[in-house]
Each structure stands twice: as C-alpha cells, then as structure tokens.
C-alpha cells in the first residue's frame, strides 16, 4: 500500500505547459526543477535517471542542471514544482566541520556556520596562539556545580567538581591549542569528550561537548553544550538527540553551572539580561597575570616549608620567655577572596537563583568573617 501525505493548497501550484521539453522553474547550484510534459519514454526503464522516480510515482522530479531532453508533444502535463521542504534543504543553515584530532574519546574540529550556501562572517581574532601549557592549566582549573543543591554548595569546595579531568585536560590543551593556530576568522573549535567518573567500581560514562573561540586577541570564550553527562549502557559515545543540535552559544539553563575564578573570569551575559550558566569568558592577560602571582608565592613557601622541615635550632630561654609574652598574631583576612565570595553571592541573586534570605543569611556570614 502505498502512503500518501496531505500537501496543503498554499503549498502546491498548478501549472499547463504544453511545449517541447521542459520548462525551468528553479535552479540551484547543478540542480533543476522543472515541469515535464508527459511521456511514456520518459519514465520508461530505458531512462535511468528518472526510472526511480517513475516507479515510486513521486510528485516531485528534480533533473540535474546539465540533463536535457526533447520530448515529444502531448497535450496532458504533470505538475512538477518545488515544495517548501526542497527550499528548506537547499538553504538551511549549518555548521560545516572539519576535524582536527579524532581519536576513542577526544574529538576536536574546525566548524564555520553556512546559510544559504554561503560562510556567515564572525570576525574572531584568530589564528591565535595560546600556549599548549597555559590552557592545561585553564581547562584544569574549571570547575561548576550541580543546580540540585543549596546556595552553601557553591562555597563549598567538596560540591565543586572539575570540568575535566587530568588526562582529559592532558589530550584536550594541545588538540584545542593546535585548532586556534589553524582557525580563520570565521571559524570557532569544537571538543568532545568522553570520560568515565562516578566512582571506581561503577563508574559511569560522561560526556563534555562545547565550543571555543577568541572574541577579542585577550579573550577566549568556552561555551559548553553539556557538562559530564552521563551515558545509559546502550547509548553510543555521541550526545544524546536532545543535546545533537543545540548551539551552546544559545543555552539559557542546564542541570550545571560553572563557577568562574572572578579575577580573571565572568559567565558570559545573554540577550535575555541573565548569564549563561555553562559559558565563560576569560581574560588571558588577567590569567597569565594570576598564574605569575600564584607561581611566586609558591616558590616563595618552599623556603619556609624546607625550613619546617629541618631539626629545631636551640633557642635561648629568653627569647622563648620573649615569644611566650607577645599577643597571639590575629588571622590574615584573604581580602580578594572576600570579595570574590559577595560578588558571586550577589550574582546568584540577580540570576533569582537564591531567594532574599539565602542571601542575607550568607552575606552576614561572609562579613562575620572580617570582624
């Protein structure tokens, strides 16, 4: 039996065309639509081009551009015309890819967006070279939440979890740096990447998909698709359809958020006035500048940790007497890391992810943290 599918009147004109051959009706690229005045030869099997057509009794018949052929007159036409699906294949919208590193578990690419049939213009500053060494230590310091807890699991370190993992961050840093340096202005770099995590008995399989892109030459934007999702048993090592063909420049929510490190980072803000949860923007030179500080400060403990480390000198009796007298030091306040904690605070509040008293309550104990 054969099916049959309900074409509105909008959709459909009819036309009569009683001359010879047949007359164009759309051309695109080295394709033809046409309308054919009938002939027996013309869906006869010594016709291979249209005999699949012939057989199925489409409606509608694409000729290639270069496929001419005189028909004889007949008097009964048939209606060959395009239909709304043929012009939505020809122009929609894609992301073309060209792969860059595709091996069992990381996938990285080279993808341009084209719309009817040509590249649309994106202006990234690129081909950037990023340091293979300074993006490991970006990746591996990314970290997000899952939206299911309380506003005390965003403070929290234990209920912070890293994006990547290490051997993750390890094939990623150079794939993802390697697709900068080649990138044009009008591309951006695509990552897959599968993990498994969950615990070493059952541990499950997860998935990271997202996109990178130099908005400015001290700027680099990292925008996920998903975060650790995890995979059914039965589910290939490939994004499930929900998540297939979701730009991560266009999610509004997800089940994750990420915490961005506010000295040199920010959740990138969306049209809709709010901040996309799963898309960060990091200043590279505000980076580099904190991955200095953090570099000095540890060779500057070293020091003082081999030193600990070293049998106790004799001390005098009054020096001891002398060290027991002086007032105990009060604790350093870690200033930056005051206010890093209220901007976030503050953040999730304006984001209505907090309720007014969440935020009283954690604001207080924030500042009690100062007397």
């Not at 054969?2 to 036309?15: D, F, P, Q, V, Y």
């Not at 697709?179 to 541990?203: C, D, E, H, M, T």
């Not at 200095?292 to 081999?306: F, G, H, L, V, Y």
Request: glycine share 4%; charged share 30%.
């Amino acid at each position: 039996m054969m099916r049959t599918m309900a074409i509105h009147e909008i959709l459909l004109e009819i036309k009569d065309y009683t001359g010879p051959g047949d007359k164009p009706v759309i051309d695109y690229n080295d394709w033809r639509a046409a309308i054919l005045n009938y002939d027996m030869d013309l869906f006869s099997e010594r016709n291979p081009v249209l005999r699949r057509a012939g057989r199925k009794a489409r409606s509608l018949v694409v000729l290639k551009y270069n496929f001419r052929r005189t028909l004889s007159m007949k008097r009964i036409a048939i209606i060959l015309f395009i239909v709304t699906i043929f012009l939505s294949a020809c122009t929609a919208a894609r992301w073309v890819n060209t792969p860059v590193r595709d091996s069992k578990n990381i996938k990285v690419s080279l993808e341009y967006h084209q719309k009817n049939g040509e590249t649309v213009q994106q202006h990234y500053s690129q081909p950037m070279k990023v340091d293979a060494g300074e993006l490991k230590a970006l990746l591996g310091r990314l970290v997000y939440v899952e939206r299911v807890g309380t506003v005390e699991d965003i403070f929290r370190k234990d209920k912070q979890k890293s994006v990547f993992q290490t051997d993750e961050v390890a094939q990623l840093a150079p794939a993802i740096a390697d697709a900068l340096a080649k990138a044009n202005s009008n591309q951006r770099v695509r990552f897959v990447s599968v993990n498994k995590g969950g615990g070493l008995i059952f541990a499950s399989r997860r998935i990271t998909e997202g996109v990178v892109f130099a908005e400015s030459p001290d700027r680099l934007d990292i925008a996920f698709n998903v975060i650790n999702h995890e995979l059914s048993i039965n589910e290939p090592d490939e994004l499930p359809p929900d998540f297939k063909y979701r730009d991560p420049l266009k999610v509004t929510s997800a089940w994750t958020m990420l915490i961005p490190e506010t000295s040199y980072s920010h959740l990138n803000p969306l049209d809709n006035g709010k901040d996309s949860p799963i898309w960060i923007v990091v200043d590279l030179q505000k980076f580099q500048n904190a991955s200095k500080n953090e570099a000095a400060i540890t060779a500057a403990a070293e020091p003082e940790a081999q030193s600990a480390s070293a049998p106790p000198a004799k001390i005098e009796k009054t020096k001891v007497k002398e060290i027991s007298e002086q007032p105990p030091e009060p604790a350093k306040i870690n200033s930056e890391n005051i206010e890093s904690k209220l901007k976030l605070l503050k953040d999730l509040f304006e984001k209505e992810l907090i309720t007014q008293q969440e935020y009283d309550a954690k604001k207080k104990e924030i500042l009690n943290q100062i007397k």
